[in-house]
């Protein structure tokens, strides 16, 4: 069973920068994508970052050109670098791996930014 926990989050002021990372226990066979969403307070959890097929990039037009997806592989980890942070990037984030068998959630870190 694979378990997904991200780590990275906290409080920064607008500008700054912050780096999520979502280690995967257990070995995900046949990944089809993984990505990242946010869910801010009293809104429905929106698409931040998708990496398909080893591959194609999707991005929320909101964080285009500011916030980058990748993995590593080797470190069964996937990271999303964020960057000129606003602050209605205020969210907690969860990390999403696909596989051809299951779909996985990490449990959610919490960014908070300042103005």
């Known amino acids: 069973q694979v378990q997904l926990m991200e780590s990275g989050g906290g409080l920064v002021q607008a500008g700054g920068s912050l780096r999520l990372s979502c280690g995967a226990s257990g070995t995900p066979f046949r990944i089809k994508s993984f990505g990242w969403y946010r869910q801010a307070p009293g809104k429905q959890r929106e698409l931040v970052a998708t990496?398909?097929?080893?591959?194609?990039?999707d991005y929320a037009d909101s964080v285009k050109g500011r916030f980058t997806i990748a993995r590593d592989n080797a470190k069964n980890t996937q990271y999303l670098q964020m960057n000129s942070l606003k602050p209605e990037d205020t969210a907690v984030y969860y990390c999403?791996?696909?596989?051809?068998?299951?779909?996985?959630w990490g449990q959610g870190t919490q960014v908070t930014v300042s103005s």
């Open positions: 990496l398909s097929d080893g591959v194609r990039t």
């Open positions: 999403n791996l696909v596989t051809a068998f299951n779909d996985y």
